[in-house]
């Protein structure tokens, strides 16, 4: 193993190399006191910023480009439950140490997904420390096409995207908590705990669709109250219509059991919208189009409160999904 230091200009020269994506409206990118940057005429900037600590949001011994990548990720994902368009990332990195090695893989788990979605980094700090790294991500959307947590409306339908509870497994697994999983079901689970997908093209596509969204990162349930909270309604989620994956009914079988995980489980990093009843058939086009499942799973209530009904329609308890697991 190299374990060879870089100095902080190396350091820097390594992440604008790799990580830059040339973009038009970058006017000034890394290499300045600040970035100087173009936003369009008629669209507005929505930024977003989250930390992840070692030992806090993710163990110790993860992978730097799986890191990196989450760091991105859930800035991304962020931005896509406003649905704003990515531009750019600003990123500060505390590091104990600066290994080249680390730094090489940081830098590419990086710039896989900034690449991915044409984010260009455009500057950051670098300071010395218990390892942390904070991301601020850039987007643009336009005026109207801002969605809201507080925009949910009497008799919207509830979508979310993908499927749940597969990250919340891949915890689980990863921390002994859940055994006996296949190899390969658990290396799926996991991955989706470690490489989140960030739902970009949808939350730009969900514009005059969606009323209210919010993405997934602390649990259904939890998140989807923020919405209620905001919005000044209540909801009714049907705990049988929830999203499962193929891994996650290899992994958990049992269809009650498999639903902690879905109302509780965080870190999918799914979107949770609300859309007129009558957008039913744009969502339905939506999702054949992105080839993502869009699954409509409860109703927006006048009524307050989140009541999550079981597959006869009664009101489930929350200790009856596992809340207090997590
Ligand atoms: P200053 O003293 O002006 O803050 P720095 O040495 O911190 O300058 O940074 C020099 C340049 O490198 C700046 O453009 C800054 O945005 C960029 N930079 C520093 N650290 C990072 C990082 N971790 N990722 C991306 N850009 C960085
Ligand atoms: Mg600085």
């Known amino acids: 193993v190299q374990r060879v230091n870089v100095s902080e200009f190396d350091l820097i020269a ?10 038009a409206d970058v006017r000034v990118g890394i290499g300045d006191d600040g970035a100087v ?3 369009p005429r008629g669209r507005q900037l929505v930024v977003a910023m989250d930390t992840l600590v070692a030992g806090v949001h993710f163990p110790h011994d ?16 962020d931005l896509a439950a406003m649905g704003a368009e990515p531009a750019w990332a600003t990123l500060a990195l505390t590091l104990p140490r600066a290994q ?3 730094l090489d893989e940081f830098a590419r788990g990086f710039a896989q997904l900034a690449r991915a979605h044409r984010v260009a980094l455009v500057g950051g700090d670098t300071t010395r420390g218990a390892l942390t790294i904070t991301v601020q991500a850039h987007g643009l959307v336009s005026p109207r096409g801002t969605l809201l947590r507080g925009a949910a409306r009497v008799g919207d339908a509830i979508y979310v995207s993908g499927s749940l509870g597969d990250a919340a497994a891949g915890l689980a697994i990863a921390q002994g908590r859940m055994r006996g999983v296949a190899r390969a079901v658990a290396k799926t689970l996991c991955a989706r705990l470690d490489r989140p997908t960030p739902r970009v093209a949808l939350g730009a596509a969900l514009h005059g669709i969606a009323h209210a969204a919010i993405d997934v990162s ?3 349930c939890a998140d989807l109250a923020h919405v209620l909270d905001a919005s000044r309604v209540g909801a ?11 891994a996650l009914r290899r992994a958990v079988p049992d269809a009650k059991a498999r639903r902690h995980w879905q109302l509780s ?3 999918d990093y799914e979107l949770c919208f609300t859309a007129a009843p009558r957008a039913a058939a744009r969502v339905a086009q939506l ?3 992105l080839r993502l499942p869009l699954t409509r799973i409860g109703t927006i209530t006048r009524r307050r409160g989140l009541r999550v009904l079981d597959e006869r329609g009664a009101e489930m308890r929350m200790s009856e999904f596992g809340y207090a697991h997590f």
């Open 62 to 77: 993860t992978a730097p480009a799986d890191i990196a990548w989450k760091a991105l990720a859930v800035n991304l994902s």
């Open 37 to 39: 940057l173009r936003v």
């Open 287 to 289: 999702a054949r189009t």
């Open 100 to 102: 080249r090695r680390w």
């Open 236 to 246: 009714a989620i049907d705990a049988s219509a929830l999203p499962s994956s193929s």
């Open 14 to 23: 390594m992440l604008r190399e790799r990580c830059a994506v040339p973009r």
């Open 265 to 267: 489980g965080g870190d």
């Open 218 to 220: 602390d649990g259904l």
